[in-house]
């Protein structure tokens, strides 16, 4: 398994906008979906966005209409634009890609929205 490189978390304040960036080293024709999740302190994983190999997305509810996921294919990375931040995003960010019969984690990245 190769492991994607994440990158792009940090500190906003509340209404502010970060974008996550989630590069993974397999062609793009092996990969079947890419997205995130994300936990916060004392919470359990959730399923943040998604993107299909034909560019079909999926949102948490809490986040339509803020994130917005994308991928470029020719850099095989995937974003996660998100804008109107709350102080309840706050969570470590997870990227993950899935090929056909694995999925490979990021190492997470930190995102902090400050009320």
């Known amino acids: 398994q190769v492991q994607p490189v994440e990158s792009g978390g940090g500190l906003v304040q509340a209404g502010g906008s970060l974008r996550l960036s989630c590069a993974a080293s397999?062609?793009?024709?092996?990969?079947?979906?890419m997205g995130w999740y994300r936990q916060g302190a004392g919470k359990q994983r959730e399923l943040v966005a998604t993107?299909?190999?034909?560019?079909?997305?999926n949102y948490l509810d809490s986040v339509k209409g803020r994130f917005t996921i994308s991928k470029d294919n020719g850099k095989n990375t995937a974003y996660l634009q998100m804008n109107s931040l709350k102080p309840e995003d706050t969570a470590v960010y997870y990227c993950?890609?899935?090929?056909?019969?694995?999925?490979?984690w990021g190492q997470g990245t930190q995102v902090t929205v400050s009320s």
């Open positions: 993107i299909t190999s034909d560019g079909s997305t």
């Open positions: 397999e062609s793009v024709f092996r990969i079947n979906a």
């Open positions: 993950y890609y899935d090929l056909r019969f694995t999925r490979n």
